[in-house]
């Protein structure tokens, strides 16, 4: 039952991101600019850190979920659920997305259901390098903040402000899918180009979070040792003894 709850509240919580984030891409990338996006895609996250992270971890991202899983803290089969439930939430808010702006008025300011691509300003392989750098970070400070026992209500906030400094770089560039399950909700409804270059907003954002994984243990390692009580050797040499 407790698995069933924590896969329900995966898909519900990528569902609402990628419907906000995603939702104002669509409705004001033009009017609203960067910004308003990248502010759409952090505030929605950080409010699902507070709100379904107890029960599930507030994951929402098949890159985050594999970081976690490489690190040890989820099983394989929570993992593959959680998968699942990530991809049909996607889904479902791209579908949502779709029929407003077919039946529902919407003006669609990306012109492509705000789905992730490449060409335009950047090509395949420079998406390629972006997307594992951005997911980089994102899936290195989840992984990170969530690990620390110090303040530990702050992790929302500081997971919030990395996915919206990742849409900041990526948006104009691949529109920054950092999420496989983002990019696939609205590509799946958008079709031709989108689905064809799909491929790359999966693979390189799930070695992205791949990568973060095998980084964090090192990070974590520093904090421990500066949390730790020897922050007074940190970065200087220490002071002689006294006689």
Request: glycine residues 14%; proline residues 4%; without cysteine.
């Amino acid at each position: 039952m407790d698995d069933a709850r924590r896969a329900a509240a995966e898909f519900l919580g990528t569902l609402l991101l990628v419907f906000f984030g995603v939702g104002a891409a669509v409705a004001a990338r033009v009017q609203g600019g960067v910004v308003v996006v990248a502010l759409a895609f952090g505030f929605a996250m950080l409010a699902l850190v507070y709100m379904i992270g107890p029960l599930s971890g507030s994951h929402v991202n098949p890159a985050v979920t594999l970081g976690v899983l490489l690190s040890g803290k989820i099983s394989l089969l929570g993992a593959v659920a959680y998968w699942i439930a990530q991809f049909a939430g996607a889904t479902v808010a791209a579908f949502i997305l779709w029929g407003l702006t077919r039946w529902g008025d919407v003006a669609d300011q990306t012109g492509a259901l705000g789905s992730n691509g490449y060409g335009a300003h950047i090509n395949r392989g420079g998406a390629a390098v972006l997307e594992i750098v951005l997911t980089f970070l994102f899936v290195l400070v989840v992984l990170v903040v969530t690990s620390r026992s110090e303040n530990p209500g702050t992790a929302g906030v500081a997971i919030g402000l990395a996915l919206a400094a990742t849409q900041l770089v990526g948006v104009t560039l691949t529109g920054a899918a950092v999420n496989p399950a983002r990019a696939f909700g609205p590509a799946v409804f958008e079709g031709g180009v989108a689905l064809r270059q799909l491929w790359v907003f999966i693979v390189f954002p799930l070695l992205g979070g791949a990568l973060a994984a095998l980084v964090a243990p090192l990070a974590m390692g520093a904090q421990r040792h500066y949390w730790g009580g020897h922050a007074k050797s940190v970065g200087r040499p220490p002071e002689p003894e006294r006689q």
